[in-house]
């Protein structure tokens, strides 16, 4: 996946996070829960941005380490609204497929951009 299609699938990620956030009832604890997985949700996207504009290749994979961070801590927050039960919903089985995805190709381009760092 290049670069560009990347940077448009993290946007609608984030894009699709704050909407789903801003569904969730009003209700003190999801407020909480849904805070912390708007702020990762959309930091992956903004993460990713900052990987491509990255100087070298040691700040390149630094910055997709956040990205990894951030795509995992996003379906950590999805899980806790799945286990404590107030939200089953397919919007949010299908925002946890995405970030298990975005998580997937962020460690492949982690693995591959230190491979390619050994063979200088």
Known sequence: MSAPDLKKRTKEFAVRIVKFVES????????????????????????????????????????????????????????ILESVGSVQSKELESLKVEASELLAITISSINTARKNGRLK
């Not at 290749?57 to 961070?69: C, M, N, P, Q, Y």
Request: hydrophobic content about 35%; overall charge negative.
């Open 24 to 79: 969730l009832p009003n209700d003190k604890t999801l407020n909480i829960v849904g805070n912390q997985l708007l702020r990762s949700g959309t930091s992956v996207g903004a993460n990713y941005r900052a990987a491509c504009r990255a100087k070298s290749r040691a700040h390149f994979i630094s910055k997709l380490g956040d990205v990894e961070e951030e795509a995992d801590e996003s379906i950590y927050w999805m899980e």
